[in-house]
């Protein structure tokens, strides 16, 4: 039997589909289910392949490759084994590092903070500048979006291609608007779609003419290793394609070990012009004692090198993958040919990107909240928590069993259904 | 021989005094040597005492005693049990702290920024009244005035009492200034007094009726289990005084663990009213993916609770305390009734306060360093590195070892002195 599109149905075939997955539906619901897929988190699995991270360190082993004893004071840029091993990934050298705490938003945060009251490289503070913009492609990350708001940074959203964000726009509005301050780009493995920019869109950002002098873009690789494939993409180095074109200071590159090792308890990075790590480092003198340097140990002794990275994500993908696999199995199965539903099959990431009939998204994370299954917020992957299409849906695989995960995709594509239905009756 | 006071000397007297000491002084120029008496850093011998922190976990040890798997996303607060620590170190409810991350320095700069940018519980922003002020007890801590500084706050210095600030001179500014924000205090074993606050301080304190509506408190506790003796000073609680004169929010604690474990790799926490307590969880829920709660775990395990820390600092005392001691005996056989010379006699803390002649201490830390002793430099004490008096200097005898220590003191006398002669013969 050929799936037909929905809206090919008859009105009666449409009434008898909807009853029928009422009852389904229904029957789910009886289930009392509790099961969370809000957040990109690691499930259990996932962090044992880093338990070898609670006991590497021995009484007596505190000291790093540069004779810094780890417990004390002192290191505000990190320890060098671990710049050894972020630059390697990132492809630059360990001057334009700077090893952090446990969470590259912070930085992140610190950083917009830092400009907000600051400026730019000691430039006019952005809040002095009136009501200034960040260019956020969409559907996006709703942290960044949340950063934004906090700050009352207004959002321009910028629709994702397949291959990056719409670069026409951009650079239009980014060579025309001194207000325009900032950009956030996931270039590989984009949260939520999981696209990775191509070379011309990577050259084409770096080529960036903003009217802003104190323009910056924030480069967040949280997935930089995260490949199911063990085939890590390659994409252009930002950091070098900037300094062809004489913008060396305008990337600030952001990472971290919150999806490799321990989501609580991991290493973060940002990198930029060797320039500009030493201003930071002016701001951190003044901030913090420095960051967890033993934690940096730790993980040095657990991953060894880049090489020990790469090789203990490609356990992480053989456990991540089958769950990828299975919700683009279900999804295929139920949703397929019937044109209520279109969704990314990316190669690596944290996420799924699931786009339903204009207007049905709110419907079916509702269902699916009903129905005992937590989804990602309909709307947070958009600025202001606001997607105009009301159709994006962020998936999260990793957290749950592959058994709870299953189970979960049933009632989201039943929720699916139920929606579109709803939606060609009206 | 009794000693008499360099001002009472004959001018022969003191030419010939200043020859002999200088003898002295080149010999010790002549040993090369090079300490470092400038930070208060704890020593290897003190760091030791905490390396059963570095294998204390084992690789299925990382649940909280609420069922927290400490090494996934959540839990901005802090785990429970290490709340309770801190909870029971300063007598107050788990629902008053926070834990972090390992630096409260960086707390209380992110306090800083987060009410310059955002006001006082979504006050108006600080930075929008104009030139805000601190008060900023002296001698003090230069992190501290380094912070203010950083964020262009003025400085206004109050001196320090044996009691604690003068506090005539904070309730006149602070009730008729509504630009004053905020005032530093380090209440037990102030740095670098080593001062504790009296009863009657602490309530005049309380009790202040300051014309900023969004005044606060940064109560630095860096040293509140820091006692030589064992006995922890007993000072009034200073959320529980607050409250009863209706000034429930005005008070932020900050304190840590930075010289109590590992000074690079410990937990630190801030306490204040649930109220405030949940506004700066708002904050953080946008700012990062929360402290690293392993490191709180290993904490917990290592110390067990409250007791087990102070036992552990009554073990870190005996090491401490003998250099102070040392300090002190070598001090009083060289400078004692000189009149040239007075200094601290602390019970806790990291530090002694030293006050040379009017105009002599940039001279005497000038010629420590020209014989390779390092100390804090003259002025660090004060707002905008300025002494009015060019007096004071704090000395941090913890970081070298006991031997080290008694020979960078001999220089430092030998400093003092030929500082003193060369202003008593201007």
Same mark, same amino acid.
């Given at each position: 039997?050929?799936?037909?599109?929905?809206?090919?149905?008859?009105?009666?075939?449409?009434?008898?589909?909807?009853?029928?997955?009422?009852?389904?539906?229904?029957?789910?619901?009886?289930?009392?289910?509790?099961?969370?897929?809000?957040?990109?988190?690691?499930?259990?699995?996932?962090?044992?392949?880093?338990?070898?991270?609670?006991?590497?360190?021995?009484?007596?082993?505190?000291?790093?490759?540069?004779?810094?004893?780890?417990?004390?004071?002192?290191?505000?840029?990190?320890?060098?084994?671990?710049?050894?091993?972020?630059?390697?990934?990132?492809?630059?050298?360990?001057?334009?590092?700077?090893?952090?705490?446990?969470?590259?938003?912070?930085?992140?945060?610190?950083?917009?903070?830092?400009?907000?009251?600051?400026?730019?490289?000691?430039?006019?503070?952005?809040?002095?500048?009136?009501?200034?913009?960040?260019?956020?492609?969409?559907?996006?990350?709703?942290?960044?979006?949340?950063?934004?708001?906090?700050?009352?940074?207004?959002?321009?959203?910028?629709?994702?291609?397949?291959?990056?964000?719409?670069?026409?726009?951009?650079?239009?509005?980014?060579?025309?608007?001194?207000?325009?301050?900032?950009?956030?780009?996931?270039?590989?493995?984009?949260?939520?779609?999981?696209?990775?920019?191509?070379?011309?869109?990577?050259?084409?950002?770096?080529?960036?003419?903003?009217?802003?002098?104190?323009?910056?873009?924030?480069?967040?690789?949280?997935?930089?290793?995260?490949?199911?494939?063990?085939?890590?993409?390659?994409?252009?180095?930002?950091?070098?394609?900037?300094?062809?074109?004489?913008?060396?200071?305008?990337?600030?590159?952001?990472?971290?070990?919150?999806?490799?090792?321990?989501?609580?308890?991991?290493?973060?990075?940002?990198?930029?012009?060797?320039?500009?790590?030493?201003?930071?480092?002016?701001?951190?003198?003044?901030?913090?004692?420095?960051?967890?340097?033993?934690?940096?140990?730790?993980?040095?002794?657990?991953?060894?090198?880049?090489?020990?990275?790469?090789?203990?994500?490609?356990?992480?993908?053989?456990?991540?993958? !089958?769950?990828? $696999?299975?919700?683009?199995?279900?999804?295929?199965?139920?949703?397929?040919?019937? =044109? /209520? &539903?279109?969704?990314? %099959?990316?190669?690596?990431?944290?996420?799924?990107?699931?786009?339903?009939?204009?207007?049905?998204?709110?419907?079916?994370?509702?269902?699916?909240?009903?129905?005992?299954?937590?989804?990602?917020?309909?709307?947070?992957?958009?600025?202001?928590?606001?997607?105009?299409?009301?159709?994006?849906?962020?998936?999260?695989?990793?957290? !749950?069993?592959? $058994?709870?995960?299953?189970?979960?995709?049933?009632?989201?594509?039943?929720?699916? =259904? /139920? &929606?579109?239905?709803? %939606?060609?009756?009206?």
């Amino acid at each position: 039997m050929s799936v037909v599109a929905y809206n090919k149905l008859s009105v009666a075939k449409i009434t008898e589909l909807y009853h029928d997955l009422h009852k389904k539906y229904d029957a789910f619901q009886k289930m009392g289910l509790r099961l969370d897929m809000s957040r990109g988190k690691p499930s259990k699995q996932q962090l044992d392949l880093s338990s070898g991270l609670l006991d590497c360190l021995s009484h007596d082993d505190y000291t790093s490759c540069t004779g810094v004893d780890c417990r004390n004071y002192g290191g505000l840029d990190g320890i060098m084994e671990m710049k050894r091993i972020f630059a390697d990934i990132l492809d630059i050298d360990v001057t334009e590092v700077l090893v952090g705490g446990n969470s590259s938003l912070s930085m992140m945060f610190d950083n917009i903070a830092s400009n907000m009251t600051h400026g730019v490289r000691d430039g006019i503070p952005w809040q002095r500048q009136g009501s200034i913009r960040f260019i956020c492609p969409v559907p996006g990350y709703d942290r960044h979006f949340a950063m934004c708001d906090y700050f009352h940074i207004e959002m321009i959203p910028i629709p994702m291609k397949a291959d990056g964000p719409d670069m026409d726009m951009v650079e239009t509005l980014v060579s025309g608007d001194p207000l325009i301050k900032g950009m956030f780009c996931v270039p590989i493995f984009s949260n939520p779609d999981g696209c990775v920019y191509s070379d011309a869109t990577v050259m084409r950002i770096a080529g960036l003419q903003p009217k802003a002098f104190d323009f910056r873009l924030y480069w967040d690789n949280a997935y930089c290793v995260h490949a199911f494939n063990g085939e890590v993409p390659k994409i252009p180095n930002i950091l070098r394609e900037c300094e062809k074109v004489n913008n060396p200071h305008m990337p600030l590159i952001f990472t971290s070990f919150s999806k490799v090792s321990f989501s609580g308890a991991a290493v973060s990075a940002i990198a930029s012009s060797a320039s500009n790590c030493q201003y930071i480092l002016k701001r951190m003198n003044i901030q913090t004692v420095g960051p967890d340097k033993l934690n940096q140990l730790r993980h040095v002794r657990f991953f060894g090198d880049v090489q020990g990275v790469r090789g203990h994500m490609r356990k992480m993908a053989e456990n991540i993958k !089958p769950k990828f $696999d299975a919700v683009d199995e279900i999804l295929t199965r139920y949703l397929q040919g019937k =044109e /209520i &539903a279109w969704w990314s %099959k990316p190669n690596g990431g944290y996420f799924i990107s699931f786009n339903s009939l204009n207007g049905c998204a709110k419907r079916i994370v509702q269902l699916c909240k009903e129905a005992g299954v937590t989804m990602t917020p309909a709307g947070a992957t958009f600025p202001y928590g606001r997607d105009p299409f009301d159709s994006n849906i962020r998936i999260a695989p990793t957290y !749950p069993t592959l $058994d709870e995960l299953k189970l979960a995709m049933e009632i989201f594509c039943a929720a699916v =259904e /139920i &929606a579109s239905l709803e %939606k060609l009756m009206e």
